[in-house]
T-cell receptor, first 113, second 112 residues
Framework: SQQGEEDPQALSIQEGENATMNCSYK?????LQWYRQNSGRGLVHLIL?????REKHSGRLRVTLDTSKKSSSLLITASRAADTASYFC?????????????FGKGTLLTVNP | SQTIHQWPATLVQPVGSPLSLECTVE??????LYWYRQAAGRGLQLLFY??????ISSEVPQNLSASRPQDRQFILSSKKLLLSDSGFYLC???????????FGPGTRLLVL
C-alpha cells in the first residue's frame, strides 16, 4: 500500500485563490517532500520538511507537518495559471537505512485564469 | 547543480522487441540512481535503484532489468517487451537517506 496518499485527487481553483493539498502517511519518517510535475515532464523538487520541523516556507509555498497525525499539507498562496500541475508528496518508507522514497498518487491542481 | 539526461524522449516498440533506455547524470559524483515507472494519471512506482557501480536493487519482479556500468550512467533494459511495459519512465538521482531526488525529463514508451 502507498506510504503517502494525497488528498484531494483533483482541485480546480481560480487564479489568485489559495490551494491546499494534503498528504497522509502510515509509518514514521525521516522527512517528507513535495514535488511538482507538469504534464508529460519530470518531477521537480519543491520543498523538504524534516520530522523535527513543523512548518516551512519557500516563496508562495507553505508546508506543515504533523507527525502525531502523520499528515502534511502544502499551501500555494495567490495561485497562478502556471501553477497548474500535479503535486506529489514523498516519504521514506520508514525505519533504518533506506535510500528510497515512496510517492503518493498526486493531486492534480488546475488554476483557471 | 546536477542535470539528468534521458533518451530517447519517446519510443514506440512492438511487443517482444528489446528495450534499452539510458540515463546519464552531469554535475555530481557517486549519486544514488533510480528508475521509476508512471502509469497514466498515477503515482510513481520504483523499479530499481543503485547506490554504486554494479550495485542494483530491484523493487518489483518483472521482465525489466537495470545496470550501472559507470558512476553516472544507469540503463533500463528488457529482452522482450510486454504490452504492460508501456508507461512513462523516469530516472532520478539523489544522495543520502531519503533526501531530495532530481529527475530527468522522462521517456514515454508505448508498446504495441
Amino acid at each position: 500500500s502507498q506510504q503517502g496518499e494525497e488528498d484531494p485527487q483533483a482541485l480546480s481553483i481560480q487564479e489568485g485563490e489559495n490551494a491546499t493539498m494534503n498528504c497522509s502517511y502510515k509509518t514514521s519518517i525521516n522527512n517528507l517532500q513535495w514535488y511538482r510535475q507538469n504534464s508529460g515532464r519530470g518531477l521537480v523538487h519543491l520543498i523538504l520538511i524534516r520530522s523535527n520541523e513543523r512548518e516551512k516556507h519557500s516563496g508562495r509555498l507553505r508546508v506543515t507537518l504533523d507527525t502525531s497525525k502523520k499528515s502534511s499539507s502544502l499551501l500555494i498562496t495567490a495561485s497562478r495559471a502556471a501553477d497548474t500541475a500535479s503535486y506529489f508528496c514523498a516519504t521514506d518508507p520508514g525505519g533504518g537505512s533506506n535510500y528510497k522514497l515512496t510517492f503518493g498518487k498526486g493531486t492534480l491542481l488546475t488554476v483557471n485564469p | 547543480s546536477q542535470t539528468i539526461h534521458q533518451w530517447p524522449a519517446t519510443l514506440v516498440q512492438p511487443v517482444g522487441s528489446p528495450l534499452s533506455l539510458e540515463c546519464t547524470v552531469e554535475g555530481t559524483s557517486n549519486p544514488n540512481l533510480y528508475w521509476y515507472r508512471q502509469a497514466a494519471g498515477r503515482g510513481l512506482q520504483l523499479l530499481f535503484y543503485s547506490v554504486g557501480i554494479g550495485q542494483i536493487s530491484s523493487e518489483v519482479p518483472q521482465n525489466l532489468s537495470a545496470s550501472r556500468p559507470q558512476d553516472r550512467q544507469f540503463i533500463l533494459s528488457s529482452k522482450k517487451l510486454l504490452l504492460s511495459d508501456s508507461g512513462f519512465y523516469l530516472c532520478a538521482s539523489g544522495f543520502g537517506i531519503a533526501e531530495t531526488q532530481y529527475f530527468g525529463p522522462g521517456t514515454r514508451l508505448l508498446v504495441l
